[in-house]
């Protein structure tokens, strides 16, 4: 099979096409062959080397078709997504013709879709439902602000708070152009980034908010959940640490202890 593979860690030009082996079936994964793949800042850093020695072969999902498995959960040609599960990582990836991926990290789909729109959903919407309703856990009429609604992420992240958890959703983009495509995606309110966001936002709610999606950028917060006690958090973009229901003043409502 043809692979994109890293070379060694760098800029973009490090990566060369090149023939690999096919992957082979084994018990509890899925060989697939590979139609389409997502691109995600997390292979960025792989291919520059800033988390350590990885797999030669990059990217963290895609979609495709079964090429074989093992132990008969999918049958040939089954059309399905994969994300994760060490791809690119610790395993070689999605940027080939074929990959071999665990077989929890492989689900069957039947969609309209292109197959190239399919391969942009696995990462985003997995990553944000993760966010908004495990982390955070996310209810119908709550109120959560999204940070960088404008991008990939932020999108599946108003999709799934607005029409699946059914909450009102403030959305903040740095770019006041863009707010017409975030009223579009059917959000409550739109904020432009600023230093005074957090004053802005306890203006328009003197209550509070419940949670807020932060996806910004690599910062810090001071937070405490019902879960546990006031701590630093780091908030990533990469690896959606999330600012789940921090007690700051700045933004949100007062309520007793594990409540």
Not at 47 to 69: H, P
Not at 71 to 84: E, H, N, S, W, Y
Not at 101 to 117: C, F, I, K, Q
Not at 170 to 197: F, K, Y
Request: net charge positive; proline share 5%; charged share 20%.
């Amino acid at each position: 099979m043809r692979a994109i593979v890293i070379k060694q860690y760098g800029g973009p030009e490090v990566l060369q096409i090149e023939e690999r082996p096919d992957p082979q079936p084994k018990p509890g994964h899925i060989v697939i062959d590979v139609k389409a793949f997502g691109l995600n800042h997390a292979e960025i850093y792989f291919r520059k080397g800033l988390w350590g020695d990885v797999a030669e072969i990059t990217g963290i999902e895609c979609v495709g078709t079964v090429r074989s498995d093992a132990d008969g959960r999918f049958t040939p040609g089954q059309t399905v997504m994969a994300l994760v599960g060490g791809l690119g990582r610790s395993i070689n990836g999605s940027y080939a013709e074929q990959v071999c991926v665990p077989a929890t990290n492989v689900v069957a789909v039947d969609s309209d879709l292109s197959r190239e729109d399919l391969a942009a959903i696995p990462e985003s919407y997995a990553t944000a439902w993760t966010g908004l309703m495990g982390i955070l856990g996310l209810g119908k009429d709550q109120i959560v602000a999204i940070r960088g609604a404008t991008s990939a992420l932020g999108q599946a992240a108003v999709n799934i708070a607005k029409h699946i958890g059914g909450a009102r959703v403030i959305a903040t983009t740095r770019n006041s152009s863009r707010a017409a495509m975030l009223d579009a995606l059917g959000v409550n309110e739109v904020l432009v980034e600023s230093p005074e966001l957090a004053n802005r936002v306890r203006e328009r709610h003197p209550q509070g908010i419940d949670a807020v999606l932060d996806i910004v950028g690599n910062t810090r917060c001071s937070t405490r959940s019902p879960r546990s006690s006031a701590a630093a958090m780091p908030v990533s973009s990469v690896s959606l640490a999330v600012v789940a229901r921090c007690r700051s003043n700045r933004y949100f409502r007062s309520r007793a202890p594990g409540t």
